[in-house]
Structure formats: structure tokens, C-alpha cells
């Protein structure tokens, strides 16, 4: 049996890594890593980490009710659209950012701004993608 990329990517988060599968066929990034290209099909891949810098180009809160109950006991917080460095879009929480109205408005107002990674928080045991802004 192989073994499970859904743990391996967690236990790898929880490690402050976030990997993503690269393509030998078209070098395309997979991300979060699948058995597959998700450009060409191929199961041909390596595992790469990616730097977790980018920029933060849209935030929005998830204030109340929580998206799933693993995430009661970090709510509420902001919640981000982030384009890394290696031009792969990925979401997660922004965890030095507020999640109030005037804030969210001000970082829309100001533009993409630098992030990078914050795995420090958790929900249920698991490592939740976050980011700071830097």
C-alpha cells in the first residue's frame, strides 16, 4: 500500500513545509500534491517544498459560523488569497492580520501585499496554511 499523501502533507505542515508535486513531464505544480499533473495527467512527479513567500492579494474574514467545527477555536480570523513565489495561487489564514471590516478594506485598498508562512496554528490536532504579512 502506498502511502497517504493527505498525511504526508500534513505531517510535513506541521514541519513548517508546504510541498507540492512538480511535473517531470511538463513541469508543471501541483498543488496540495495529488498522484497526478493537474495540467497534463502525468504520474511522473517529484516533491518540491515551496517557500511559502508571496503576495497576499485579496483577504476576507471568516468570522461566524466557522466553515467546519475544527475551526471554532480559532475564530474569528482573516482569510486570505496568496500568490507564491513559485505562481501558484493557495489560500489560507492570515494570522497577524484583523478580521474587522475597516482592516479587510485598508489591505484592499493598499494593494497585494508581502506574506509568508505561518504554520503555527492549529484546529483539531492538524496544522492549518497560514501566513503573515511582513
Excluded: W
Excluded at 500534513?10 to 493537474?38: S, V, W
Amino acid at each position: 500500500m502506498s502511502e497517504s499523501l493527505v498525511r504526508k502533507y500534513y505531517e510535513q505542515l506541521g514541519k513548517g513545509n508546504i510541498i507540492a508535486h512538480r511535473c517531470n513531464a511538463c513541469d508543471e505544480l501541483t498543488f496540495p500534491p495529488t498522484t497526478m499533473c493537474q495540467k497534463c495527467g502525468s504520474s511522473d512527479y517529484q516533491e518540491v517544498n515551496l517557500s511559502g513567500k508571496g503576495m497576499l492579494e485579496y483577504a476576507s474574514h471568516g468570522a461566524a459560523p466557522p466553515p467546519h467545527p475544527r475551526f471554532v477555536d480559532i475564530a474569528p480570523y482573516a482569510y486570505g488569497h496568496i500568490k507564491l513565489e513559485e505562481g501558484i495561487h493557495v489560500q489560507g489564514i492570515i494570522t497577524n492580520l484583523d478580521y474587522k471590516p475597516d482592516t479587510m478594506q485598508a489591505c484592499y485598498e493598499k494593494g497585494p501585499v508581502a506574506v509568508e508562512a505561518d504554520i503555527k496554528t492549529y484546529a483539531d490536532d492538524l496544522p492549518v496554511l497560514g501566513f503573515k504579512v511582513v
